[in-house]
Nanobody
Framework: QVPLVESGGGLVQAGGSLRLSCVAS????????MGWFRQAPGKEREFVGN????????NYADSVKGRFTISRDNAKNTVYLQMNSLKPEDTAVYYC?????????WGQGTQVTVSS
């Protein structure tokens, strides 16, 4: 088990920014790829981006490339998702996950709502 807790979600106007955090407890994450995913109402969960254990490279979905940035602070066992230029279509529950022989460990999610 890898307990993950996301925070930082909320309501923001289109064009605004939010920074999500994902903290792990009980296990060091510095050796693992970390990812962010999101799920909008009525839609499948989709990949947002991931980050290698060292912090580079990162990969992003085309829909967020250039607007979202993933970073990590291994000393704090924390991964971040900086979201800029938010759009209403970014509205979703955002989840962080750890890649251990698959995306097998997930947080509970944090709601992001972007108003137009």
């Amino acid at each position: 088990q890898v307990p993950l807790v996301e925070s930082g979600g909320g309501l923001v106007q289109a064009g605004g920014s939010l920074r999500l955090s994902c903290v792990a407890s009980g296990r060091t994450l510095s050796d693992y790829i970390m990812g962010w995913f999101r799920q909008a109402p009525g839609k499948e969960r989709e990949f947002v981006g991931n980050i290698s254990p060292s912090g580079s490279p990162t990969n992003y979905a085309d829909s967020v490339k250039g607007r979202f940035t993933i970073s990590r602070d291994n000393a704090k066992n924390t991964v971040y998702l900086q979201m800029n230029s938010l759009k209403p279509e970014d509205t979703a529950v955002y989840y962080c996950a750890v890649y251990m022989m698959g995306w097998n460990f997930w947080g509970q999610g944090t709601q992001v709502t972007v108003s137009s």
